[in-house]
């Protein structure tokens, strides 16, 4: 164990910002654990968000914990050392709440394994008061958490600002573990698995949920609420999610990420974030250069984080007053159709060399489908300003298997590229200088949530085949490099995305035999079916707001190839169900104010005291 608890203390060493440590038994102990390494969790904001929110209230004591790497794995099979918290090195199973925080499906493979090596017992059923309660938040909790409810008490469906509260008031009112969860079960936005009886029909597919113990029939998924002003939702709140711990020890290696807004107007069909996320909202320029000036003295790189960056109403006066601070400012992903010359030119005077543009397909038919109102012409056009601003490597992220995909849809993704390349030769070239075009292609998986939920991902073979013929059309065309996705792990994600209750029986045994690839071969064909527009679907115990009615015309206007405007965000609007006051529970749009948080911060360098 003392090695165990060295290379923790490392890590901590290692860490700058603020980093809490508050002594336990103040009143409720939390491990806050991320489903895989240290190195992918700390790179996590929802991580770092949670983490900064649960010790932000007084008699919180919250620590965090990971999967083990596999050098730390070995010491602990050799000391027979149960998993350690990281900030005191306690185990896991002596804390009152284990909350997981979880992101992406595939993680779903590592809560049986976080869990053994935590000694709680993998099967919630087995539980007792003597173990912690555990707790599922996070991104994948209101996708589809049902191939883990098996696992887990609790699965907080929505946003952290909202539910962190509650959870909080429940667990110090209650008197034992039964009486938090059917508590829970009454409190909108906690989904408590064992209070839901899943029937099935005689072909397998799924029958019905039946809630007890007075559990609502759907669970709604809570979101934090928002101001209406100009057009966009402003968070009626002081907390901003961002990685206030910078560590070199993460695939961002001390970059500062901050989340500037929230949620997508655009509506592309195949985007679960878009849709869960609505509406989109704002953090006020104002309030995030405040926050970055803080971290400034720490880090001189900022990552902004949005689902559409160039949404912000305000992206150029904060990109101004970052440039003011002297931050090195990187973004994720630009939406074609929000690029603009002033954008360009503040992330060129920013440093940022590499630009990545989502087109998704090079067909313009097929754009329509997924409800990209883009052509072709328009992406090339903006493929030159970019390349006008001295900006010559270029990432193209694109799709294979989409709805309706045909080979000709696979030449067009050649074809584009093509014309992007000759572009960016001619204005490279008289520069002496000449980048290179990225071609990140993914197939295709249908996700919850979405008007292609009902969708089957195409079989492993059919996409093999698709990559196979298009690396090599890239093969001989300068400049460009090809870099596919896995269609195994395609399926895999398709299998933990669409998944009922009983694909936790494969999670099971992939954890078993530490294969999930041969754990696949009893459920390879799960993905593949194509599902009725009107059958229960495994995620529909989580209420997103979204009407049925929506999301099905959303379904037969992409058959027919329509394009739907993009969400107004502006009162009132009934269109999609999110806002609409008949839909949507009252106390699900009003503020949660009677547990304000008071941030409560000290730096690394105290991190061992009090």
């Known amino acids: 164990m003392q090695k165990i608890r060295e290379r923790y203390k490392r890590i901590l060493d290692e860490e700058t910002g603020f980093v809490h440590h508050k002594p336990r038994g103040l009143g409720l102990d ?32 919250c620590e965090r914990a990971f999967v083990p790497d596999s050098e730390i794995e070995k010491e602990m099979q050799r000391a027979g050392t149960p998993l350690l918290t990281l900030e005191s090195q306690t185990p896991v199973s002596e804390f009152d709440v284990l909350a997981m925080s979880v992101s992406f499906e595939t993680d779903y493979l590592n809560i049986p394994r976080l869990l053994r090596h935590s000694r709680i017992p993998v099967l919630a059923e087995e539980r007792n008061d003597y173990h912690p309660l555990v707790v599922m938040g996070g991104a994948a909790a209101f996708l589809n958490p049902e191939p883990v409810a098996p696992f887990v008490d609790v699965v907080c469906v929505g946003e952290g600002e ?115 996320y609505l509406a989109p909202r704002v953090f006020s320029a104002e309030k995030l250069l405040a926050r970055a000036a803080e971290m400034r003295e720490h880090t001189d790189k900022i990552g902004l984080v949005a689902t559409a960056v160039c949404d912000h109403p305000e992206i150029h006066e904060l990109l101004d ?74 990432k193209l992220y694109m799709m294979i298997g989409l709805p309706t995909e045909e080979d000709e849809d696979l030449d067009a993704i050649v074809s584009l590229t093509e014309r992007i390349r000759e572009r960016m030769i001619e204005i490279a070239r008289p520069r002496g200088r000449v980048g290179s075009i990225i071609v990140s292609l993914n197939a295709f998986v249908p996700k919850p949530q979405t008007p292609f939920q009902w969708e089957p991902i195409q079989p492993e073979r059919v996409l093999d085949q698709k990559i196979k013929y298009l690396t090599r059309a890239f093969k001989h065309i300068p400049n460009v490099e090809m870099r596919a996705m896995s269609s195994r792990l395609a399926q895999l994600q398709a299998l933990l995305s669409l998944g009922d209750r009983r694909v936790s029986e494969f999670i099971l045994e992939a954890d078993r035999t530490g294969n999930w690839r041969q754990a696949m071969r009893g459920w390879a064909d799960y993905p593949l079916r194509r599902r009725s527009l009107d059958e229960e679907l495994p995620w529909q115990v989580v209420d997103i707001g979204l009407t049925t009615e929506f999301m099905k015309k959303e379904y037969l206007r992409a058959m027919a190839e329509k394009i739907t405007k993009p969400c107004p965000a502006i009162d009132p609007c009934i269109r999609c169900g999110v806002c609409d006051p008949r839909n949507v529970p009252e106390n699900a749009l009003v503020q949660l104010s009677w547990m304000k948080p008071t941030p409560s911060r000290q730096t690394a360098a105290s991190a061992t005291g009090d």
């Open 162 to 276: 909202v539910l962190v509260p509650a959870l909080i008031r429940v667990m110090k009112e209650s008197e034992s573990r039964e009486e938090v969860l059917r508590r829970l079960a009454r409190e909108a936005g906690f989904y408590v698995p064992k209070f839901y009886d899943v029937h099935y029909h005689e072909d397998g597919s799924l029958g019905k949920f039946e809630p007890t113990e007075g559990a609502p029939s759907r669970v709604f998924t809570m979101r934090n609420p928002m101001r209406k002003q100009e057009g966009h939702g402003e968070f009626d709140d002081d907390f901003i999610p961002a990685s206030d711990i910078l560590t070199d020890n993460t695939e961002m290696s001390g970059r500062y990420l901050m989340e500037i807004s929230r949620g997508c107007s655009m509506g592309c069909r195949f985007c679960w974030a878009g849709y869960s």
């Open 321 to 394: 007053g970052l440039e003011k601070l002297d931050y090195q400012v990187s973004v994720s992903s630009l939406r074609l159709d929000q690029i603009s010359p002033e954008l360009l030119d503040a992330l060129v005077r920013r440093n940022d060399q590499q630009i990545a543009i989502a087109p998704e397909t090079g067909s313009d038919r097929l754009r329509r489908v997924i409800n990209k109102n883009l052509t072709n012409d328009e992406i090339v056009r903006i493929a030159e300003m970019i390349f006008e601003r001295g900006i010559f490597n270029l």
């Open 30 to 61: 939390i491990a806050l654990a991320y489903p895989n390494t240290y190195y992918i969790g700390m790179s996590n904001l929802g991580l770092q968000a949670v983490y900064q929110l649960f010790n932000s209230y007084k008699g919180i004591t």
